[in-house]
């Protein structure tokens, strides 16, 4: 089992410019979440996805966007790069259990850099 | 003020000594998780509690549901723990809040 894995590693861009990172959930978990973590920060949550669709959303502007495709990988989409989106992103993956709180597993993350 | 709060900051200690961090949080939760992560940012969970305690290796994870309060304590403390641990609370929406993380750094 891979675990979660995330690509790329490193990404640099341009203010402006748009990026794609791409993840893939632990074998079993259908449920992919996204966060976006600053220098010194702790992690802040963009959005989740369960079934293809975005379930929750936290407090980011529409230039985050995402998607769940049918074998539960995922991706997200930041439009018009600021050079404070320069983050860890992290997805973490878990399985979709009704009632019960779920322990989520993070990728390594990708780190941006925005100049 | 945060909804999940952790203290120390940042702590130091000598190899060999106990560890305690701790983490208040303030909203209604139905787990909490402790988390470690190093240096390069991949993040490991540690553990997922919702009450009483859990104790892994050296690791020890205790919460307080009516004081809305965890620790996390380390025994026999060695290098290769200094890591950034974070606390984060899962609230009734399904929701995590991540604490600021607390940077423990063991002096051999």
């Known amino acids: 089992d891979a675990g979660v894995t995330q690509s790329p590693t490193h990404l640099i861009k341009t203010r402006g410019q748009q990026v794609t990172l791409r993840c893939s959930p632990k074998?079993?978990?259908?449920?992919v979440s996204w966060y976006q973590q600053a220098l010194g920060q702790g992690p802040q949550f963009i959005f989740q996805?369960?079934?293809?669709?975005?379930?929750q959303r936290g407090n980011f502007p529409d230039r985050f966007s995402g998607h769940q495709f049918p074998n539960y990988s995922s991706e997200l989409n930041v439009n018009a790069l600021l050079l404070g989106d320069s983050a860890l992103y992290l997805c973490?993956?878990?399985?979709?259990?009704?009632?019960?709180?779920?322990?989520?597993?993070f990728g390594p993350g990708t780190r941006l850099t925005v100049l | 003020k945060n909804e999940v709060e952790q203290s120390p900051q940042n702590l130091t200690a000598q190899e060999g000594e106990f560890i305690t961090i701790n983490c208040s949080y303030s909203?209604?939760?139905?787990?909490l998780h402790w988390l470690q992560q190093h240096p390069g940012g991949g993040i490991v969970s540690l553990f997922m509690l919702s009450s009483g305690k859990k104790k892994h290796g050296r690791l020890i994870a205790t919460i307080n549901i009516q004081e809305k309060h965890s620790s996390l304590h380390i025994t026999a403390s060695h290098p290769r723990d200094s890591a950034v641990y974070i606390c984060?609370?899962?609230?009734?929406?399904?929701?995590?809040?991540f604490g600021k993380g607390t940077r423990l750094h063991i002096l051999p």
């Open positions: 996805y369960y079934e293809e669709e975005e379930r």
């Open positions: 909203v209604g939760i139905s787990a």
């Open positions: 984060a609370v899962i609230n009734r929406d399904d929701k995590i809040i």
């Open positions: 074998s079993g978990h259908d449920t």
């Open positions: 973490a993956s878990s399985p979709a259990r009704e009632g019960r709180p779920n322990e989520q597993f």
